[in-house]
């Protein structure tokens, strides 16, 4: 079993900066990659950013490119998530989540953290 849990959201004026982190523990060996997703209220979450469990790859969503970056510490306990330039609509509940298949199976979901861009 896999469990992740995120931290490091919190209130942010328009063009500043935010680094949340994922904690990942148990059986990590199984991950493929992980993933941010987010959530605005009364809208569907989406997909942010993924990076393999390797590091060889990541991902990125149109909206967040050149802003947002993913990486992983080097004990592999940790993914983190350096937002900057952020923008109102940024704002969102943000999720960390482990897949195990590809990027068609993010079946371990943390419990989400708040970040709010606002002036």
């Known amino acids: 079993q896999v469990q992740v849990v995120e931290s490091g959201g919190g209130l942010v004026q328009p063009g500043g900066s935010l680094r949340l982190a994922c904690e990942v523990s148990?059986?990590?060996?199984?991950?493929?990659?992980v993933g941010w997703f987010r959530q605005a209220p009364g809208k569907e979450r989406d997909f942010v950013t993924a990076?393999?469990?390797?590091?060889?790859?990541?991902w990125y969503a149109d909206s967040v490119k050149g802003r947002f970056t993913i990486s992983r510490n080097a004990a592999r306990t940790t993914v983190y998530l350096q937002m900057n330039n952020l923008k109102p609509e940024d704002t969102a509940n943000y999720y960390c989540?482990?897949?195990?298949?590809?990027?068609?199976?993010?079946?371990?979901w943390g419990q989400g953290t708040q970040v709010t861009v606002s002036s």
């Open positions: 148990g059986r990590t060996y199984a991950i493929y990659a």
């Open positions: 989540a482990a897949s195990y298949d590809g990027l068609d199976d993010f079946g371990s």
């Open positions: 990076i393999t469990w390797s590091g060889s790859s990541s």
